[in-house]
């Protein structure tokens, strides 16, 4: 469709998760005009699939013809369930709300496949969000004070397998509304009070049941699932939401804002069913598809956003997921766990980290995890070799009762028999582990779908814990343990798949700023589990939404929507030409660092450069540029955000030739300031000599800030570094032009940069400026002259 004519909207919202939820709520709260996209179908109360049929079909994957509400990713190391439908994972998930434990914001971690895990955001920074989502979401744990509740089985023997253990036992708090009002006390089943904002199914909602269906949706409503709660709210302040609507194509508009192409499904249809294909254009676009939908959408979109972060696809995680079961519990004789009567989980073991004082430990959790009660009934199905025997004894008594050889005409014990006595389904539990692992997996494509590449291998310490504390709370309460009994083949199965779209300080560490703005596109936003730098240890939902209302405030504060009589103006007016034009690009230089007769250390720059206003470099005498990115060294403290300038080409202080001034800010190990100077001095006449000279630097580490430290007396530290040549071409790929006449942009930049090095080469004399401090700088310090 013609861009002019596509519908316009202040922002779309692209998926309803925890994410996308709490942004189109916080949006239309502040009067934007909004449009929630979500490829699944809604699910009132009473409409979650039960029968065998139904079931069979309540799978996501619309080539099949199939538009269910489980979608289910199988990669080699690693499969993935996510939900699909209005509220996303909410429908499905068990409930828990934990917040992130403070000490495991961590801040640059070294990774053991190279990189870092690094927090942007620290657990203070999250206190206020956290407080605004459980406002609305309504967490509580169960009730297991009060009669009815306090006999719930599985949670008894978490409690005591924790006790026995010395281990960290607590009832987690629960999205479920267990009584018709607050204050009141709990019963089940009763009518919850509608709230002021209507729910957006008009449906009744009844209190919990316990009758543990939480993952395959809640019929009576009693889940707080965000439905019921931010989308129903999000509604009433005039959110619009569609459904069956799946984001196809997205891409920048050449006058700001996006252009957003989705198609409509009709779930009723089939696989042959035409899809309608619709068109938006919008200021803000957010995108909370979760992490393989976000992910998914921007690598397949990525030709439409030039200069996209390289992150794209790095930093996934499972966050430490473990599926392991205790069966045949004993205490004396068969101890009853009931793994169906409660909320899918209702208690949580914490197993402290190395940050909380515990030398060697990942840190995690564990939880019972109950299933619906129909599972009990595959659980004994599934031990054929018994049932078998079973059935061919009740085959047998009913050929002796047809011929008369039996003599009572009751088939009461011998259907019994056939049934069992249900032992294994009443003596065995599901448990899920989750916690700290790292985040080393990277999504690609791969033939135009999804790939991961994960190992459990980075992790290893932390999985062979997990399992190991899954094991004793199963022995303490008397059971045998099976490890990850879903994963074939040693493929570990995950429910809080995160990353891919990792937030970071810059952009060569991450797709997006720590308030989900992605590097180098205002008003693209990413609000779901995709941004997570790493795993968020406990169950993520909470620290996805708490994240997602951090990045709102962000969002209301810097952009403000067109009035309905601009806009209309805009929309008709032919796009204005923006007036400046610029470029950026990235580069990267690797060399050694030595202090005194220390052994040299690796010593790694990677940077952004940035020419805002090309007309403006170009008539500047020093061609000043901004830069912003890392510095990678141990002596340092690891790895340090760095911002200063960079004078590329200068002329004025050299009598001949050219020089490149870095000149950036950042801070030491000891939290002291830093400023790091680089210079390439660009003299040499021929083509080898003017190569090599404009892409080795010294680089010189002083203490104090630019500005205040004084160069000549301070002791300072010496580096060599330089661009390779296998860097070479992917930093020519970073060449990103913005503002009008972009191949025009580039090509005058080339120009400049041409004339410059011709300049050098004919040694063409300048007119050196003594007075400039970079020039007294240069005369004071000038290893590179020493060389020579
Ligand atoms: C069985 C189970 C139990 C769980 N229990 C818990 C728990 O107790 N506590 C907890 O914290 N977490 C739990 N989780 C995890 C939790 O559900 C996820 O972490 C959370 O939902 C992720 O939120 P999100 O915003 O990233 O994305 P999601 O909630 O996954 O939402 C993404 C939405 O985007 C939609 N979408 C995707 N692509 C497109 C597209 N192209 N166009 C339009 N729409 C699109 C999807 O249909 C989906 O609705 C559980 C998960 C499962 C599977
Ligand atoms: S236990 Fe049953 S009634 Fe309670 S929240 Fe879960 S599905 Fe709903």
Redesign the pocket.
């Known amino acids: 469709m013609d861009t002019e004519n596509r519908e316009h909207i202040h922002a779309v919202v692209v998926g309803s998760g925890f994410g996308g939820s709490v942004a189109a709520f916080r949006l239309a709260e502040a009067g934007r005009s909004v449009v929630v996209l979500e490829r699944g179908r809604a699910y009132p109360p009473g409409s979650f699939p039960r029968t065998p049929a139904e079931m069979s079909r309540n799978f996501w994957d619309p080539k099949a013809g199939i538009y269910g509400m489980f979608d289910v990713l199988n990669f080699r190391k690693l499969q993935a369930v996510t939900g699909s439908g209005l509220g996303g994972g909410s429908l499905l998930y068990a409930?828990v709300l934990l917040r992130k434990d403070e000490k495991w914001f961590v801040d640059e971690e070294p990774l053991p496949g190279g990189g870092y895990e690094d927090w942007p955001v620290t657990r203070a920074d999250l206190e206020k969000h956290y407080d605004a989502v459980e406002k609305m979401l309504a967490p509580t744990p169960m009730p297991f004070d009060r009669p009815g509740y306090s006999e719930t089985p599985k949670t008894i023997a978490m409690r005591d397998a924790a006790r026995r253990m010395g281990a960290e036992w607590s009832l987690p708090p629960l999205g479920?509304t267990f009584s018709a009002k607050p204050g009141l006390p709990p019963e089940p089943g009763t009518r919850i009070a509608e709230v002021e904002y209507k729910n957006l199914h008009g449906a009744v909602r009844r209190s919990?049941?316990?009758?543990?269906?939480?993952n395959i949706g809640?019929?009576?409503g009693?889940?707080n699932s965000l439905d019921h709660t931010y989308l129903s709210a999000a509604k009433a302040k005039g959110a619009e939401i569609r459904t069956s609507s799946e984001v196809v194509r997205i891409a920048p508009r050449a006058r700001g804002g996006y252009e957003v192409d989705y198609l409509v499904h009709d779930p009723d249809a089939g696989p042959a069913a035409f899809k309608h294909s619709k068109q938006l254009s919008c200021d803000v676009l957010v995108l909370g598809a979760g992490t393989f939908g976000t992910v998914g959408l921007l690598l397949r979109n990525r030709a439409n956003f030039p200069g996209l972060s390289r992150a794209l696809g790095t930093r996934f995680s499972g966050n430490g997921d473990v599926l392991g079961f205790m069966l045949r519990a004993t205490e004396g004789g068969p101890r009853t766990l009931a793994a169906s009567q409660?909320?899918?989980i209702t208690s949580s073991i914490r197993f402290p980290d190395g940050l909380d004082g515990v030398a060697g430990q990942r840190g995690g959790y564990v939880q019972d995890a109950g299933f619906p009660l129909f599972v009990d009934w595959l659980v004994e199905g599934s031990r054929v070799s018994k049932l078998g025997a079973r059935a061919a004894r009740f085959v047998g008594d009913a050929l002796a009762g047809s011929l008369s050889l039996s003599r009572s005409p009751h088939s009461g014990a011998r259907l019994s028999s056939l049934l069992g006595c249900g032992l294994l389904s009443d003596t065995s539990m599901p448990l899920l582990a989750m916690g700290r692992e790292r985040p080393e997996g990277r999504l690609s494509l791969r033939r135009g779908e999804l790939d991961l590449r994960w190992r459990h291998e980075s992790s290893r310490d932390y999985f062979t814990l997990a399992g190991a504390r899954m094991r004793a709370i199963a022995e303490s309460d008397g059971a045998e343990y099976r490890d990850n009994p879903m994963g074939r083949g040693g493929r570990v199965v995950t429910v809080h798949p995160l990353g891919g779209a990792p937030m970071a300080v810059t952009e060569h560490a991450g797709v997006c700023d720590p308030h989900g703005q992605v590097f180098g596109f205002p008003g693209l936003y990413i609000a779901d589990g995709s941004v997570m730098p790493g795993s968020v240890g406990p169950n993520p939902s909470l620290t996805i939404a708490a994240l997602a209302d951090r990045l709102c405030d962000r969002m209301l504060e810097t952009s403000r929507p067109a009035s309905g009589q601009a806009r209309a103006r805009a929309e008709k007016a032919p796009p204005r030409p923006s007036t400046t034009s610029g470029l950026r690009f990235r580069e990267k230089m690797v060399g050694t660092y030595a202090l005194g007769g220390t052994r040299s250390q690796a010593f790694t720059l990677r940077l952004s450069v940035e020419i805002p206003d090309l007309d403006a470099f170009l008539a500047d005498p020093k061609h000043r540029a901004d830069v912003s990115g890392w510095v990678d060294c141990s002596t340092l403290g690891g790895r340090q955000v760095v911002q200063g300038t960079l004078e590329l080409l200068t002329r004025h202080a050299t009598p001949v030739g050219a020089r490149m001034y870095y000149r950036l800010n950042t801070v030491g190990r000891d939290g002291e300031p830093r400023v790091i100077l680089g210079c390439k001095d660009v003299q040499r006449r021929s083509a080898w000599g003017l190569w090599r000279d404009t892409t080795r630097m010294w680089v010189r580490v002083y203490r104090g800030t630019l500005g205040t430290v004084d160069y000549v007396h301070t002791r300072h530290r010496t580096a060599r570094v330089r661009v390779r040549v296998r860097d070479l071409p992917r930093m020519v790929r970073t060449f990103q032009a913005f503002g009008p006449r972009r191949s025009r942009t580039i090509r005058r930049f080339l120009g400049f940069f041409a004339a410059q090095l011709l300049g050098v080469a004919r040694q063409v004399p300048n007119d050196p400026d003594p007075d400039s401090p970079a020039f007294r700088l240069v005369r004071i310090n000038a290893p590179w002259r020493k060389r020579r």
């Open positions: 409930g479920i919990c049941r316990m009758c543990g269906e939480c809640c019929n009576d009693a889940k409660g909320p899918v």
